[in-house]
């Protein structure tokens, strides 16, 4: 009976062992799981600007950084994903198109840090001048009210329109134009899609970055170019709580403002000339 109950506690112990051992190997594994989520600094981003923040992701490797970009097709979904604490940052947006969003959500939102910008421009490929626009002449513009204003003052810019004197510049609608002297026609499309109706539209407002992805047209061969405005550099877009542990986007971010090979990307994607550095 006794050598059955020192059986019994021998059992006991040996289960009671495994328990804790498995108890203790949960832990580790929850733990390292912790720790390396903290340690990966994870980027949302839209296409044009993979392979840019993937080359200095690649470079602050070297300071035992790791980054997770996670592309979005659509300029909402990044925004969201940074409220919701998905993603530490995004990379895609300027502050106009920072703080309309923020009037239009709610979101607890903040410029972390200025990245580098790029000049629009007006594009054709009917047509070798602005004088030769026919009456009519149909011209594709972004949807969102942020681009689509700036659509608008660079036509106003090429003379082709004149707007109204007491308009808010950086939210202004085709309702705020008062003079069309050939009778635009103004067809709204996403952003990322004006470069794509390069070849039926009379006239494109065209971003660089977009018509060197569609293959479509030389960004250097704008009809008409806008001027350096600091305030269209794309953003590094946090919470205004976020913590930056161990200062990663800051080393990332120090890193993409002064790394070579971003500049020669950049140079690729946008065009020699075609961009600018936000920060100086």
């Known amino acids: 009976m006794a050598q059955h109950r020192s059986k019994n506690k021998k059992y006991a112990l040996i289960g009671g062992l495994v328990v804790l051992t498995l108890a203790v190997l949960i832990g580790y594994r929850w733990y390292s799981t912790q720790h390396q989520q903290d340690d990966v600094l ?42 919701n604490g998905d993603i530490d940052a995004n990379f895609f947006q300027q502050s106009v198109f920072l703080r309309n969003a923020i009037q239009e959500t709610g979101y607890d939102l903040k410029s972390f840090a200025i990245g580098t ?37 660079l036509l106003q810019r090429a003379k082709l329109i004149s707007l109204k004197d007491n308009a808010q510049n950086d939210l202004l609608t085709t309702q705020d134009i008062v003079s069309n002297p050939k009778q635009l026609r103004f067809l709204e499309v996403e952003g990322p899609q004006t470069a794509r109706a390069y070849n039926e539209a009379d006239l494109i407002f065209g971003f660089p970055h977009y018509l060197n992805m569609a293959k479509v047209a030389d960004p250097h061969d704008a009809l008409f170019l806008d001027p350096i405005d600091k305030k269209y550099a794309i953003l590094f877009v946090t919470r205004n709580d976020y913590q930056d542990k161990n200062q990663k986007l800051e080393k990332f971010v120090t890193a993409f403002q002064n790394s070579k090979s971003a500049r020669a990307i950049l140079d690729k994607d946008f065009g020699q000339g075609l961009w600018f550095e936000g920060w100086k």
């Open 42 to 83: 994870t980027i949302g981003i839209s296409p044009p600007y993979a392979e840019l923040l993937q080359t200095v992701a690649e470079e602050v490797k070297q300071q035992g950084i790791q980054v997770k970009l996670i592309e979005f097709s659509d300029w909402n979904a990044p925004n969201v994903a940074v409220q």
């Open 117 to 153: 910008g790029s000049h629009v421009g007006l594009y054709s490929k009917k047509y070798k001048s602005l004088q030769a626009l026919p009456q009519s002449a149909s011209v594709v513009i972004p949807s969102d009210p942020v681009n689509l204003s700036r659509a608008l003052t």
